[in-house]
């Protein structure tokens, strides 16, 4: 299952990613990635994660999957209040 429609998720991804110290290729294989090229397209939006992909990102940047989805929601509620 695919998390579409989040627009948010690339940029808290690199910024979490970047708050790390980690490049998209030491992301990409802590969390089991092929390729670097997956976490850059995840971070531009060209691609959306599934939901295993956003507990196996979660765990690779050492924060709950749930804090991830947390602030995905909290700059959707912004959006809408604006």
Same mark, same amino acid.
């Given at each position: 299952m695919r998390m579409k429609n989040?627009?948010? /998720? !690339?940029?808290?991804?690199?910024?979490l990613r970047l *708050?790390? !110290? +980690? $490049?998209? *290729? =030491? +992301?990409a294989d802590r969390a089991?990635? =092929? $390729?670097?090229a997956h976490v850059s397209r995840l971070e531009s939006g060209r691609k959306h994660p599934t939901v295993e992909m956003l /507990?196996? +990102?979660a765990d690779a940047l050492e924060v709950p999957a749930s804090a991830?989805? /947390?602030e995905m929601e909290k700059k959707k509620r912004? =959006?809408?209040h604006i």
């Amino acid at each position: 299952m695919r998390m579409k429609n989040h627009p948010e /998720f !690339g940029p808290i991804l690199r910024r979490l990613r970047l *708050e790390k !110290g +980690l $490049s998209q *290729e =030491a +992301l990409a294989d802590r969390a089991g990635m =092929a $390729s670097h090229a997956h976490v850059s397209r995840l971070e531009s939006g060209r691609k959306h994660p599934t939901v295993e992909m956003l /507990f196996r +990102l979660a765990d690779a940047l050492e924060v709950p999957a749930s804090a991830i989805i /947390f602030e995905m929601e909290k700059k959707k509620r912004r =959006a809408w209040h604006i």
